[in-house]
């Protein structure tokens, strides 16, 4: 073989190796058609959303939504029709959505956007399902167009989204090993200011880290890479910053003995995972491990209780048991998990109020928490896929407190 032939089929088994973000347009068909099965099983003739997730779900097209509306109409006749204004058509084509496309001119437009969806569709008596997410101008922009339809909230696509097909299954576990490989950069790029003898990062600075691992790995190993808002990023916290679940992350510098928090997450093909993990900077105290080792429990403990047939809220009963029983109740600041899936959180949500019972496909995170005021948090998350045996963890980064030690 010469050094050409030789070259051409190492790029040859390169481009065979790489992973595609963008589904196969007909996997949609598939999509279309279990909505509209529900659709018809519930006595409507037709659903309509906006929602810029369910216009994905259905459709695979995906935008910046904006003030120009665009929609997805899909009737029990078969048809499904994709609204956009004109300057995204283009954008539709390109991206193989599944549906037939109309647009309009511009927004607010001579002609009113839903004008041109109701001319597609054909006026007359009908009733209307239109998922809950819609703002009352949308509704109301289309009820005018659609006068002699009687509209209904429904939440037909949310229920569909519960259950992953095997192609998004795919998508959220080239998410999870992204998410591992963000994690592993950041506890990387620390040990490398240990070992230097430099400064220590600030949280903002291990942010920009992570997330330019998560995003570069996508950008040099995958093709068609789906662009969501966050594509890849998360939050990360140190000492007493931590103790506020949600907190941003600041110009604030870690210090030997802090915890600290990395909450981290990618979208592959707009598929969500989440991966979270505590680590110690320096020689845990006594405390420390407590606090730490609490919430390690009763991570595992209620991933176990994550299994098919099991309520969502008794699962979070479960999980978050095991910190009361430790004394540590007091702080406690949330439910055990939520969905994931187009969305970074969804339905169903582990939690006391939600008796969803937990199917095999679901994707839901675990990721139980305390938050000692003055002192730090601590968190520890992964999300799980619901299996036929119980769930299994899509992300793998070690969780106990000996692999996140940070040594100085």
């Not at 730490?292 to 176990?304: F, K, N, S, T």
Request: net charge negative; hydrophobic share 40%.
């Amino acid at each position: 073989m010469t050094s050409t032939e030789t070259a051409a089929a190492a790029a040859a088994a390169a481009t065979a190796t790489r992973f595609s973000q963008r589904l196969d347009p007909v996997f949609f068909d598939r999509v279309q058609q279990r909505v509209r099965d529900a659709l018809m099983a519930d006595g409507f003739d037709a659903l309509v959303t906006d929602d810029p997730e369910d216009v994905a779900y259905l459709t695979g097209f995906f935008h910046h939504p904006c003030e120009r509306p665009v929609a997805v109409w899909l009737g029990a006749d078969g048809r499904t029709v994709l609204m956009t204004p004109e300057l995204e058509r283009e954008n539709a084509e390109r991206q193989h959505a599944r549906a037939e496309i109309v647009s309009y001119a511009e927004f607010p437009g001579i002609r009113p956007p839903f004008a041109s969806l109701a001319s597609a569709v054909g006026a007359g008596r009908m009733r209307v399902a239109f998922t809950t997410h819609m703002t009352n101008e949308r509704l109301t922009a289309v009820i005018t167009e659609l006068p002699d339809a009687s509209f209904t909230p429904s939440t037909i696509v949310t229920r569909a989204r519960y259950l992953k097909f095997d192609e998004e299954i795919a998508l959220h576990r080239e998410a999870a090993r992204v998410t591992d490989l963000m994690l592993e950069a950041g506890v990387a790029h620390l040990r490398e200011a240990i070992a230097s003898g430099g400064r220590l990062p600030s949280e903002a600075e291990l942010t920009s880290v992570v997330t330019g691992a998560g995003v570069s790995t996508m950008y040099s190993e995958h093709d068609d890479v789906v662009v969501v808002s966050p594509l890849a990023g998360g939050l990360i916290y140190a000492g007493a910053n931590s103790a506020f679940p949600h907190g941003l992350p600041s110009g604030y510098r870690l210090q030997p003995g802090d915890t600290f928090m990395l909450s981290l997450g990618c979208a592959v093909g707009g598929r969500f995972v989440e991966g979270e993990r505590t680590f110690v900077l320096g020689t845990p105290s006594d405390e420390q491990r407590r606090y730490h080792e609490a919430v390690r429990l009763a991570q595992e403990i209620g991933g176990g209780a994550i299994r098919p047939g099991a309520e969502c809220r008794e699962a979070n009963a479960t999980c978050l048991a095991v910190i009361e029983d430790a004394g540590l109740g007091q702080y406690l600041r949330h439910r055990q998990g939520h969905g994931i899936g187009l969305g970074m959180h969804e339905p169903p949500w582990l939690e006391s109020g939600d008796d969803t019972l937990l199917e095999v496909g679901m994707v839901v995170s675990n990721e139980p928490g305390i938050y000692i005021p003055g002192h730090a948090g601590y968190r520890i998350s992964d999300s799980m896929l619901v299996t036929a045996s119980g769930s299994e963890p899509l992300t793998a980064y070690p969780r106990g407190l000996d692999d996140c030690t940070i040594d100085l």
